[in-house]
C-alpha cells in the first residue's frame, strides 16, 4: 500500500477540496464538479458504489493519525484524508 502513497506524493492532483462544514458527500461532489465531472449523471452514484458511512468515520477528523483512503471513482484516483479531497488524472 505504501507505494500508492508513494505514487501519489508524486502527481498533482486536479483539484484538491479541503473540508470546511460540508459533508465528505458533499465534498466529493464539488471535487468532481471542479473537474467537469457531474457527479449526478454517472451510471452509478458514488454513494452506490462507496460505503460512506465507513469512510466518514475513518475520516471523521477524531485522529491523530494521518490516514488516507484511495480509491479510483468515475476513471479517477481518489484519495481522501479527515482534510481533504484529492482528485487526479484519470487511472489507467
Known amino acids: ?17 479541503e473540508f470546511g462544514d460540508e459533508t465528505l ?14 457527479t449526478m449523471v454517472q451510471a452509478d452514484a458514488f454513494q452506490e458504489v462507496l460505503d ?3 469512510l466518514n468515520n ?16 468515475y476513471g479517477h484516483t481518489v484519495s481522501v484524508t479527515s482534510e481533504a479531497v484529492r482528485v487526479y488524472e484519470a487511472a489507467g
Not at 500500500?1 to 477540496?17: F, G
Not at 458527500?25 to 457531474?38: K, S
Request: aromatic share 4%.
Open 1 to 17: 500500500m505504501s507505494s500508492v502513497i508513494t505514487q501519489l506524493a508524486n502527481r498533482t492532483p486536479l483539484t484538491e477540496h
Open 25 to 38: 458527500e458533499q465534498a466529493l461532489d464539488e471535487a468532481f464538479e471542479h473537474i467537469g465531472v457531474d
Open 52 to 54: 460512506m458511512d465507513a
Open 58 to 73: 475513518l475520516h471523521d477528523g477524531s485522529s491523530t493519525s494521518q490516514l488516507c483512503t484511495t480509491f479510483v471513482l
